[in-house]
C-alpha cells in the first residue's frame, strides 16, 4: 500500500524488452537506503517488485499486463521516473489509499498557470472517469491529487508548487500520457451494490440486497 506522496525522483537507466514484458533498471539514492529484494517500489504509480539491488541503482520485472495498462513502455534510458517506498505501518498517512495497481490511462489536453498553481486537465476513458468525484482522490503517476473539476470527458487538477518542484508532473507536456488509479473506495462501492456494465452485457449476477435506501437506513 502507497500514500500517493512522492518520496524522490529516479532515472531509468536500462529498460531491457523482451517479446511481452521488460526488466527496467532506476538510479534512486532515498529509496535505496532500507531496500531489500522482494520490496515494493511505486515507480510512476505502478507497484514493481525489487529483483536485484545496486550501489546506485535498482531492478524490476514489468509483465506484459503491466505494459499494456500503462505508460512503462514509453520510458527511455534518462527518463525520470516518481518513486515511493510502500507504507510503513508507523509512517503517516499523507495522502490516499493507492494501492499501485494502474487502471489505464489519460492524456494531458492542457496545462494553464492559474496564479502559483498549474490547473492540468486529462482526457481518458469513461471507466475510469465513472469513478472520479470533484474534490475527490485520484493518482496521476503515483501523485496523490485532489480532483478540482470533472465533467462527461475528462477532469482536471491543480497543482501546487511543491508537488511539481517534487515530481515529474511539471515537466509534462499536453499530448503525453500519464498513469492513472481511481480511489479504491468507489470500486467497493460499486461492486457492493451489484453494479452490471452493461456494455459488457452482464446479466448474470444477481441483483444487490444493498441498496441506496439500505445505506441511509443505516446511517450511511
Known amino acids: 500500500m ?27 539514492r532515498k529509496v535505496l537506503e532500507d531496500m531489500h529484494l522482494g520490496d ?34 514509453d520510458l527511455r534510458s534518462g527518463s525520470k521516473v516518481n518513486l515511493e ?18 487502471d489505464g490511462t489519460g492524456t494531458i489536453t492542457s496545462m494553464t498557470r492559474d496564479d502559483n498553481a498549474i490547473w492540468m486537465t486529462i482526457d481518458t476513458k469513461e471507466e475510469i472517469l465513472k469513478y472520479i468525484i470533484e474534490k475527490g482522490s485520484i493518482a496521476i503517476d503515483g501523485i496523490s491529487l485532489t480532483v478540482a473539476a470533472v465533467t462527461d470527458k475528462n477532469f482536471s487538477v491543480s497543482v501546487i508548487p511543491h508537488t511539481g518542484l517534487h515530481t515529474t508532473l511539471l515537466d ?7 498513469n492513472l488509479e481511481n480511489d479504491l473506495v468507489g470500486k467497493y462501492v ?19 440486497k444493498i441498496t441506496m435506501a439500505f445505506l441511509a437506513e443505516n446511517g450511511f
Open 172 to 178: 509534462k507536456k499536453p499530448g503525453d500520457t500519464v
Open 40 to 73: 515494493s517500489i511505486a515507480v510512476n504509480g505502478i507497484c514493481l517488485t525489487t529483483v536485484s539491488i545496486g550501489r546506485d541503482s535498482y531492478s524490476a520485472d514489468v509483465m506484459h499486463e503491466t505494459l499494456r495498462r500503462t505508460n512503462l513502455g
Open 2 to 28: 502507497f500514500t500517493g506522496i512522492i518520496e524522490e525522483i529516479g532515472e531509468v537507466s536500462s529498460i531491457k524488452k523482451g517479446a511481452q514484458s521488460a526488466v527496467i533498471t532506476i538510479r534512486a
Open 190 to 208: 460499486e461492486k457492493l451494490l451489484g453494479y452490471h456494465d452493461k456494455d459488457q452485457g452482464d446479466s448474470k449476477g444477481k441483483e444487490s
Open 85 to 102: 517506498r510502500a507504507m510503513a505501518a508507523d509512517g503517516r498517512f499523507g495522502g490516499h489509499m493507492v494501492a499501485g495497481h494502474v
